[in-house]
T-cell receptor, first 114, second 113 residues
Framework: ETGVTQSPTHLIKTRGQQVTLRCSSQ?????VSWYQQALGQGPQFIFQ???????GRGNFPPRFSGLQFPNYSSELNVNALELDDSALYLC?????????????FGDGTRLSIL | GQQLNQSPQSMFIQEGEDVSMNCTSS?????WLWYKQEPGEGPVLLIA?????ELTSNGRLTAQFGITRKDSFLNISASIPSDVGIYFC?????????????FGTGTQLKVEL
């Protein structure tokens, strides 16, 4: 139990729709990172938020966007959903963004696009 | 996106056997981590390595940070049924990476009773 909670656990959407996923970080953790995990693959880094500012982005298009709130919780928004967006979306929190701050993951949101 | 190369991709072992898996990269990493993921759950941190050559243990698990900073291995001794799952290595890049992670392709471990 990492203390990182994500909602919803499962979600079904259709192509072209928009979706918002939510994450509550572990108590005291001010850094949240989002990852996309396709079936049979390792997680891929989407972006990271540190103290409400985006702090690095992976190779994902602008229709993937996010927010971090003053309580350090975070949202991932995806617009114009495509079939390839079907994946497990993982949130991870850490005590800072430094190299010696390991990330702890939630159990993810399983997003299915029809 | 980039993924680290893990081998083997999957393995069946007998309960009580020792297990070894490794992870390689074409790039240098500052930190190596090993995670385990079970069905329906997120990855759980097993071991973190912060220095080239470092050897760290966590119970029956031992991991090493390669001297070249381009590889790492994980050993599990005396495997038990609850070791079943997918093991991922993850590295933190050297340049401007902070603690953002690049993951491996995973090693699926199955234990025969």
């Amino acid at each position: 139990e990492t203390g990182v909670t994500q909602s919803p656990t499962h979600l079904i959407k259709t192509r072209g729709q928009q979706v918002t996923l939510r994450c509550s970080s572990q108590s005291g953790h001010n850094t949240v990172s989002w990852y996309q995990q396709a079936l049979g693959q390792g997680p891929q880094f989407i972006f990271q938020y540190y103290r409400e500012e985006e702090n690095g982005r992976g190779n994902f298009p602008p229709r993937f966007s996010g927010l971090q709130f003053p309580n350090y919780s975070s949202e991932l928004n995806v617009n114009a959903l495509e079939l390839d967006d079907s994946a497990l979306y993982l949130c991870a929190s850490s005590l800072g963004q430094g190299e010696h701050q390991p990330q702890h993951f939630g159990d993810g949101t399983r997003l299915s696009i029809l | 996106g980039q993924q680290l190369n893990q081998s083997p991709q999957s393995m069946f072992i007998q309960e009580g056997e020792d297990v070894s898996m490794n992870c390689t990269s074409s790039s240098i990493f500052n930190t190596w981590l090993w995670y385990k993921q079970e069905p329906g759950e997120g990855p759980v941190l097993l071991i973190a390595l912060y220095k080239a050559g470092e050897l760290t243990s966590n119970g029956r698990l031992t991991a090493q940070f390669g001297i070249t900073r381009k590889d790492s291995f994980l050993n599990i001794s005396a495997s038990i049924p609850s070791d079943v799952g997918i093991y991922f290595c993850a590295g933190q890049p050297v340049t401007g990476g902070g603690n953002k992670l690049t993951f491996g392709t995973g090693t699926q471990l199955k234990v025969e009773l």
